[in-house]
């Protein structure tokens, strides 16, 4: 109960220290998603991975082996989400399944149960694409990642360059695009 209280102390402060620095960089993303919303219906279901950037080209090893991806959210038990990615990488279907929190309903901030992730998600007005989400994924190595997920299978190049010039603009300037050359995996295709 302490601990929910302080971090909401501590999110207050930090969205309020947000909202002034992004009157000094205008180019900062607005302030991502609450919990509240990302548990809404419009968030559950399938989301098709179309790009990733980073600060540093490391932080994209791993997406540099994968063909295709698809996340797909579905509201999980006491206030969670559950997220399952299929993934291809060469001839091969993977699956993992992962849990996310959040300590509040009002909170952006979205823990993985393993406490290994912390995320963090926008609409896609961001990049002018109604039918998409970035999120910033941070790792327990501290390694950050921001990828851009649609709706649909097939993104049209503006909003993959609004997403990378988005990116540029705060640093995140290693870029790479889903290459998409073998199609992407069903959840039940995936080992």
Same mark, same amino acid.
């Given at each position: 109960m302490l601990i929910s209280q302080l971090w909401g102390v501590v999110s207050s402060a930090m969205s309020f220290f947000y909202a002034g620095i992004q009157v000094m960089v205008p180019c900062l993303p607005p302030? =991502?998603?609450?919990?509240?919303? /990302?548990?809404?219906?419009?968030?559950?279901?399938?989301?098709? +991975?179309?790009?990733?950037?980073?600060?540093?080209?490391?932080?994209?090893?791993?997406?540099?082996?994968?063909?295709?991806? /698809?996340?797909?959210?579905?509201?999980?038990?006491?206030?969670?989400?559950?997220?399952? %990615?299929?993934?291809?990488?060469?001839?091969?279907?993977?699956?993992?399944?992962?849990?996310y929190f959040a300590l509040s309903a009002t909170d952006p901030f979205l823990f993985r149960t393993d406490f290994d992730t912390v995320a963090l998600i926008w609409d896609g007005k961001l990049v002018n694409c109604p039918s998409c989400i970035i999120i910033l994924f941070v790792d327990e190595n501290e390694e950050a990642s921001?990828?851009?997920?649609?709706?649909? %299978?097939?993104? =049209?190049?503006?909003?993959?360059?609004? +997403?990378?010039?988005? *990116? %540029?603009?705060?640093? *995140?300037?290693?870029?790479l695009k889903a290459p998409l050359k073998n199609g992407y995996c069903k959840i039940d295709e995936a080992a």
């Amino acid at each position: 109960m302490l601990i929910s209280q302080l971090w909401g102390v501590v999110s207050s402060a930090m969205s309020f220290f947000y909202a002034g620095i992004q009157v000094m960089v205008p180019c900062l993303p607005p302030a =991502p998603l609450s919990t509240a919303v /990302i548990n809404t219906d419009e968030y559950m279901g399938s989301w098709y +991975f179309v790009a990733a950037a980073a600060w540093d080209e490391d932080d994209l090893r791993s997406f540099k082996t994968t063909d295709s991806s /698809i996340l797909h959210i579905q509201k999980g038990t006491n206030d969670t989400l559950t997220v399952t %990615e299929t993934s291809r990488v060469g001839d091969k279907c993977q699956s993992s399944t992962w849990g996310y929190f959040a300590l509040s309903a009002t909170d952006p901030f979205l823990f993985r149960t393993d406490f290994d992730t912390v995320a963090l998600i926008w609409d896609g007005k961001l990049v002018n694409c109604p039918s998409c989400i970035i999120i910033l994924f941070v790792d327990e190595n501290e390694e950050a990642s921001a990828m851009l997920f649609d709706r649909n %299978e097939k993104t =049209p190049d503006e909003y993959i360059q609004e +997403f990378k010039s988005k *990116m %540029e603009c705060v640093l *995140m300037e290693d870029f790479l695009k889903a290459p998409l050359k073998n199609g992407y995996c069903k959840i039940d295709e995936a080992a």
